[in-house]
Every structure is written in C-alpha cells, then in structure tokens.
C-alpha cells in the first residue's frame, strides 16, 4: 500500500528523530527554559531576520490557534477569516470557547481578499449599529490555504497593507508554510512572511517533527504574557526541549526547506499525471496537497494499492478526492500511484 | 553533574523511544483512531479491570485536567481541591479559563480529608444563599500528591463514599500515579483507583513517556463526547497514534510499573541517607519525590555535583529542597549523592 | 413629533407603572422569592397550560438568550439560528463570550425553513471530521423575526419536529411575543409556543414594561439549575419583585394581549396608508414592525414631524426606513402619520 | 411588621419614582445614548471632580463587577479581593465565567490591608514558579465591606499606594457607597474615592433606585470599549434612560447624601440601643448594617414584630442576627424596635 492520506499519518523525519535519540538521556529544564529551546529560537529569528521576535514552541495547530488569537483579540473583538478557515471549520469551537466570534469572510479556493477585508470593516463601522456587533479584531489566514493554494507576496502585501491601514493586527497559520515556501511560483520568503504579519506560526507537525509549532510574535505589541497564556490553554509541554531540539534539526542544513520542496516535487508529479490521464484538477494548488475529481470506478480502483482521502460525491458518477505529500513520500511511491493511473 | 530535579528532565525510557523508532515509518490514521492507540486502551482496560471504560490519551497535565473537569462540570458547579493542589495553584488559572471556580480544602501534606468534603458540602447547603454560590461539583485528588504522600486505600474509599453520597464525581489525577502505586506502604491497585474514581488519569509525562496522559472514564455517564472537547481543548495530538504506542510500551511487560518501583527504590535510598545524616525530613513521603530541611552551607556544597530544586528559605540558616528520582535515575547516581552527604 | 422608533422608547404601560406605585412601599424578600413573583409565574404557568414549566424572570433580552443557550448547550456544541437572527448579529458576541458558537442557516424574510434544518444536521454528521466541528447542539428561532414576520403554527411544527427527531431543543426568543400573537393571520396561542418549544421567553421590554422577560422551561430536563446559571450571568435582579409585579399586570385582565393587539393595528393602519400612496412595502409584515422603501425627499420631508429608524440606503434615491408601533403609539400618532404622507 | 432584613426589599425612593412617572411618556433613544443619562453622567463627573472620568450605568452589581473586572484583566491575570468579598463568595462564580481566578486575601472585618497587598505581589514575583500561576492583576474592595465596615481615607491611599506601586489598578465596589459617606467618622468624599481608585462604581439599588449601578472610569486607559463590553455580559439596559433618570434624581439636591444619611443615623440608633440593652456587638459598624449576637429566646421574641436577617449559630445559644436600614426605614420603625428591646 502507498499512502497519500495527509502530511500527518508518519512519524518524524530521520534527521529529526536522530537529535531527539541523541538527546534522549541527557538532563534539561522543563517548559522550553533549556538550551536546545533557545537554539532553535535562535535559528528562526535568524531565519526570519527579526532578532527582536519572540518565539514560542507548542504542540499543535487548534492549540497554537486558539492561544494566539485568545490572546491578541480584546474582549469585544472576533477573528476575521475565509469560511473555510479552519479556525471556522474544523477546531470543535476552539476559538469560541475562549470566547470570539469567528467573522467569515467569502473564500477564494481558500483565499480571502484584501478588498472583502476593507469592505467588512467599512461597513462594520458605517452600521450604526455597530457598538451591538462584534468588532473585526484581527485578520486571520492560512499560507497555505485548506485548498493548497498560495498567496503571492503581492496579495499577503495588500491584506497587510489592508489590516494596519485599520489597525488590527494580521495573524498568518503557517501548519504547511513549508510547502508554500517550496510552492511552484512561490515569490515569497520567511523574512517576507514576518514582515507582512505581526503574529504567525511555523508549522513543525505536518512537516517532518513528531509533534510542535513555532509561534513567532514579531509585533511585540501583541501576546506580552505568552508564557502564562500558552499554559493557561494547556499548550505548555514540560518536556519543552523535545520542541527546541526538533524545531532545531529543522532548521539546521535547511532540512525544514528540503522536505517542502521534496514533497511539492512528488506532489506536482502527482497533478500531472491526473492530467494527462484526462482527470479533473479540482483546485490549481501548487502544493503539496492535490484535488481531483475521479469517478467513482476509478476511486475504487486506486483504493486497491493506494490509501487517500476522500472528500465528497461531486454529481452521481464523480468524486472529490485528496492526495497528500510529505518527507515520508518517495518518489518510488509516486511512480507506483502514476502507473496505476 | 547528577540530576534530581524533576521527573521530566530527560526525554523517553528507553523501551518506549524504540518502539517509536520502529514505528516511525509506518502511515496510520490521525487523532488516536489507529490501532497502536486501540491496542493500548485495551490494555488499560484490562489493566484496570473495566472493560466498558473509555480511554482518551491527551498530551499534558494541565490540558488533561482542564479538559476533564471542563466537561465534567455544570456552569455553577465548581470543583473542589486541596489548596496546594496542582489545579489550584500551578496551572496558570486553566480550570477559571474555562469557566470554574476551585473550591479549596485544607490539605494535610498534599491530602484532602474525607470529613473535609462532607463539611464543606454540607456546610454549602446549611447556607441559606447556596444559590448565589458555586456549588461543589466534584473533587480533585492527586494520588500521590504535590507533596509524595499517598492515600491509602480506606483514604480513598472514604473521599470516594462522601463523593458518591453527595452525587459528585470523584476525579484522579494520576500524573505520577506509577510511583504512588509502587509507594513504600502502597496498599492499592489500578483497579482500585478505577473503583473509587469516576473519572482518572494515569500519567506517562512524569513516567518516562516523551509525553501523554491516558484519560480514563469508569463512569460512562460523564464526559459522553469527549472526543470533540478534546479537540475544543487543543489537547488532540495529529499524530495520535505517538500516545497509543508509548502507552502500550508502557504496559507491555510491566514496563510502567517497573519504572515505578525503580524509582521509589532510588528515592527512598536517599531519603534514609539524609536521614542517617540527621538531616531533617520535611514530609515523610513514600515516593519519588524527597523533601529535606537543609542548612544552606549543606545546599552550596551538594549544588557543585548535584542538582536539585530549592523550595525556598526556612528560617535563616536552612532552605527546603527537593530531590526527584525517575526511570533514568541510575543506581550510581544515588550512590554520588549519598557519597556526597 | 410623533415616534416610530422602536417599541423601547417610552417607560411602561401606565397600568404597569401603576401597580408598581401601588407596590412601592411594600418589603419583600430580594431574588424572585417573593409572592408578587409567584403570582405571576402562575399566571403565567395558566396562561401556556402546563403547570409544570418553570418560569424565571430576568432583565434583558440579550441576557436572557445568552443565559438560556449556555445552560442548554453541551461544552461542544453550538446553537442554530437564522444569519439574521439576533443572537447571530446583535448580541455583541454574548453566545460566543460563554463559549459557544452560532452557527448560521438562510433566512427568509427572518425565517428558517426546517428543510435547511433537517439539510443542516444531516449534512454535519454525514461528513466524517463533524468530531472536529461544532455540534449543532439546539436550535434558536425567535417569534415574530427581526423583520416582524410570523412563523405560523405549521411551520412552527415543522422546525420542532425536525428538532425533537434529532434530539435538539427547540429555544423561541419571543422579545416581541405579543405582537406575534396579535399578528395579522396569526393562528397560534401561548399554549402552541408551549406545546411546539423546549425553552422560550416572553418578552415583557417591548411590549409595555420597564424591563423584564419571562423564561419558560417547559422541557424540565433542561436547565435545572436556572437560578446560581442566572445569577452567573449577571441576570438576577435584587428587587426581583419589581419583575413579578410588572408580569402580573401584563397577564391580568388580559393587558398583554391587548398592548399586542393595538400595536399591530396602528402597524396595519401604517402599512396601508404607505401602500395606499404608492410606496414600496419591503417586507410583508404582519406585526408591530413595518419596513418600506421610500425616495430620499420622501424620508426627508418626513423626518420633521415623525421620528423612525432609518435602516440604509437602497439605490441611489431610496432607503429603507423602519416605522414601529407599541402600548404608546396612540390612533392619533398614526393619523398625523396618515396625513403626513 | 417592621423591616430591618435589607436595603433592596422595598422599591425606590419617592423622589426617584416621582421622576420616572414623570418621564414615563417621554420618547428617547435606547441604550443610554439619551439626554436624560447624559445630565447624570454630567452631574456624576461633577460630583467627583473629574471631567474626564468615563460613566456607565449598569443594572445590577454581580453584572457591574463581572463585567469591569473582566475588561479590566489580561487572560492570564486573576483579581485580588478579601477572602469575604462578593466576588469571593456570593456571586455564583460570574468572575470565574468570564475567565478569572479571584486571588483571596485575609479580611479583617470584610476589609484588606495594604501590607497583604503588598505581601502576595512581592511573595507572588518571588517564587520562581510564578509563570505557572495566576498573575495578579488588580485588587478589588467594597467601600463598605460586606460586614458594613469602612476603610478610612489613610487606608484607602494605602492600598491605592500599593496597587500603583506594583501597576495594577484598583476597583471599588460601591453597592453601598452611600452608607460609607455617610459613616460614622468618614473622612472621605466621592472625589477621594475618584482619585485613589482607577474604577468604581456608585450603587443605586441599595440607595433608593429601583435598579442601577453608576461605573466610573478615571483611569480611562481601563475599559476602553466599555459599551460593546457591557452589552455582550448581558448589563445593556433597553430603555437604558430608566438609569439615567433615577441617578439624576439621586444626584439632584444631595439626594443619595440624604439617604446615606438618614439610613446611617437610623442603624447608630439600633446599634446603641441594643448595646445599652447589653447585647453583643459583633462588628463595630459605622453603617447602615449592623451585626448582633444574640441569644435565641431574644431572637424568637424580636421576630413576631420584626424582620430581620439570621447568620447563623454563634455557640448553642445565641446566634448572629443583621439588622439593615435604608431610605424606606423610618425613625417610628426604629421607635419601635427599640422598644422591644
């Protein structure tokens, strides 16, 4: 069986578990007070050039999300987002129970624009009704997006740009930046990502680590209590230097940056085969997550020798179906899943 | 250097860390719904006697907690614990964050008295404004306690059978339950613990996992959709299957007991070392973890080989601290430090 | 000037302020405990025929939706309503500031359609991540709409059926109750909203008291601990007699209804005349709200001798306005009105 | 029957609901934005000498505290307040709904002392922990205590000193402030208040309204979006001119001085006369209540005539009564209570 479920149905990258097995007996603080914690924060404010970031590792994606924008927003605020966010989708409400509305926002396969962001603020500020309504206190998205797709440097710029003309702060979810780093097309870079947002995440679980995400507060305006606030949401793990140690392979020797391309490599082999196989690409996406939309023989097919997510009927005869990419990809699998085609 | 600080200052037992390796590669499905995590309830159930149990394997302490007690509680119930209790100190306010009170008890070197939560309980309803109050809605219990002490069996039976005749739920937290249940005097089992409680958690953080605490529900009326609180919490792991194989290491051939006894054993050699010293043994605690009185020249001298956490001054020629042993304790690490006396 | 505004903008009926003049000196207990509390709840128990419902009196509207939906709901789920409705837009995140979210259905002229209710749910648990999403968890609809429209008794049987087959509550905000009772075509009674709904509060604000509404459980498995969940919310008031005091005017003799019936005919009178003159009548609206698109010299012209709501522009030349009747529209306000057109 | 059970079990002041009829037919617009709040904001900033101070009238006091308290704190910071006050004990855990811990401290007589202030900030930064704890974030007071009892104006500028030395403000609750100004040996004003506290509110309905507490904000970098703020906890009152009305009256004439007053005189009479009968006074209190200990024959007696509040058993024979005045209770009341001495 080949596998194209999702980037998380692996364990960790070998260079990634090695450092964790050669650390293993040795001794450290807890909570992320250790030394390979400050290395690897070290590596990213390096690798973003913004010495002044504050980095802080958690576990995962829901948690990173909830205590970011639990955080950033004032009471009366709520988060702006596509209403495929997944924020607004798929996190049981996190962002609720600590207490905000999710505003959504139209999505454009997964992207929002930056004129739908002016056009919700504007008309919040014009109903005069507006002090009985929850106030846009934060733009919140996703490089890449649900759908795989990117935005280009142009349009991260222009929601920015868009934000801090209203001053709320832009929050960007990075759980696969690697893989919109290593986007065919891609026109941006991490130092832009930190200059275009005041708070963001590096994904570390869907790209290579056991488990962690890096977020990094370059606005340091914002989240000024992160230690307390990041164990109030449960999110602080005692053996923190399992996320520096990690956080540090993989930034070390660009491994963080070899697994994007190597999986949006695979990825884009993938796409192109469905097409030349006549297949429907459902979403353009250049990254390492693809669309199609088979029919339902063809599915059952494949099922046979090749494991992915399915996403929905599309008609009586079709369906919507995922394929994923990963570091655990090889390319041997692809050409297995290319000559099953 | 030796170390006695914590519990969770080296990564994972040896015995777990290789079954991660062995799995590393393999692909299975996200959020614990693999078999590695089937197989490791099943072997918490059978461990405990209680085949209906529902077993939920989260993170950390503090999320498990927070989730746990979220889900248990009514909107004005509250949950009882002692005042050095972990929930009512150190958890940076997670229990309030999601909107409880803790009601604190008294406690007798980390332990609640069963005649305690009667009193209070009825003492609540003997208040004509009760409703204006928040009602006691279960009890917190750590077994052993912030302090190492253990309950014994009639403790716990009695806390449990004030519970239980209140109609409140008796809840466990089991972050070091493996040195508790190997404790000097230990006259209890998991199954016993599964009795009493209605909801508990046994901890593999503190016990040599790399992370995870398996949640156990006996009582099937509590927490029916634990699943998606979980998620709401942040505390679901991607890469779920991680907790199912470190868990099922654990109670595979009594690894989680052995790591247990080992470590009580290295304990109790130190605490009788400072003992025959004629040191002052601040709380006779049967576990891992060891409180002595010291004069501060004593601390200055063992801090140039050893380290261990210094709980603050006690008078003005004496400090507290604390030495904790864990599975990575070694025999000759004990054999140092009793030198060193 | 004559006034169109809201049915909020004068003090109470005089029959209600006169049995609180009447009452004034009196001493009664604090909390709702009192006899002049009892007396009402009674009649209102009599006047929905179910001796069991338990009936709460609170302040405010936004305070009683939010107190209800967060004694309803599970920690997962979240409540359904209309995009239009209140909770969803004018609530100033209150749902979401106890941890619960809205989740939205398309209205029809401020309607919900069970259909979309039915589609809804079964559409959440056909997809195979609705572990990961919010529950629909209760369904919140309120009688009559935002837009002054009526469910009738049929489609109010439908949306409950659809929520009892599910298992869902049924929650109706009644803030203007009485003008749905005395809605053009109306063919339901309190009896009915009692029958049809799990919980619904008949507003007392809108219709002629100071302040107040009244929660009715008639499901008793719901909400059994209304009293500490009200004072939680803020929503108890210390001179809670001044709540069944004015509720015990409203339903003696009658004075409820008839505060209802004249509303909605001075409303109708309104109605007509707009259509009568040519203008465009927005939403059909059997109630004490009406809706019309007027030229701008029109709503211009009008503003020096009437005061209405004005509700934004449609084109380039018109708007919308919004005229409202109450207990302190006289026949004379709506003939100046009349003439003024 | 004669009252001395509370100052909230009779209606509201004759002069107050003198006004309310008087205005009952009046149109304004909703929520506070009217003319008639306008003045009482305009004579409340003038009454405490600070044009600037931002004024908001709420309904009730649970409401009122929940609400500053909430906007006031970081997610991450608790309230500190006397192990007895309101928020500690009697507001069914409203402070804990919206996300806080309250911080307790020993009370002497319902009041905190400077120097415990000081002692938890400075234990609190002391211990190396105190990330994994509740921050302090602000000190809460009532102005009288729950016990009657009032800080002077030295001790007032003591815990103000203390808060703004370690940067946290503080609130005073005055449900009762008027009681307090009123005070046997006060030696303060309503303009001390303003200028040692950063928040407070001044209480109308144990004053003689029928409802509503006045929110001041001085420290107008506090709770800057106060209106969405108070209507998202549910505090928005409707016809929000009732508030403005009944404090204009309040602080029209010295009104809420009178009756400060005239309570007051009326308890010093019962507190003296119960003294020369050689019962026991259990706090010395300079207000309108007043804490006896009786023995229970006395208690049986008093109550065929009188009705008053029990506090429990002190020893088997005697129990702690509370005798409460107010606007509504008359010197021929008095009269007589003292005669059944």
Known sequence: MIYFNSDYTAGAHPKVLERLLETNLEHTVGYGLDQYTAHAKALIRQEIGCAEAEVMFLVGGTQTNATAIDGILARHEGVLAAESGHIAVHESGAIEASGHKVLTLPHYDGKVRAED???????????????????????????????????????????????????????????????ALAAEGADFTLRDIARVADVFYIGGTKLGTLFGEALVVTNRSLLKNLFPLVKQHGALLAKGRLLGVQFAAMFTDGLYYAIGRHAVEQALRIREAFRANGYEIVIESPTNQQFFRLPNEVIDRLRHEASFDYWGARGETHSIVRFVTSWSTTAEDVDILIELL
């Open 117 to 179: 962001v002016e056009h919700l603020i504007t008309e919040f500020y014009a109903d005069e009704t507006y002090p009985h309504m929850v106030a846009p206190g934060m733009l919140y998205i996703s490089q890449p997006t649900e759908y795989g797709t990117v935005y280009t440097l142009k349009e991260l710029e222009a929601v920015s740009a868009v934000c801090h003309k209203h001053n709320i702060p832009l929050y960007i979810d990075g759980a696969r930046m690697g893989y």
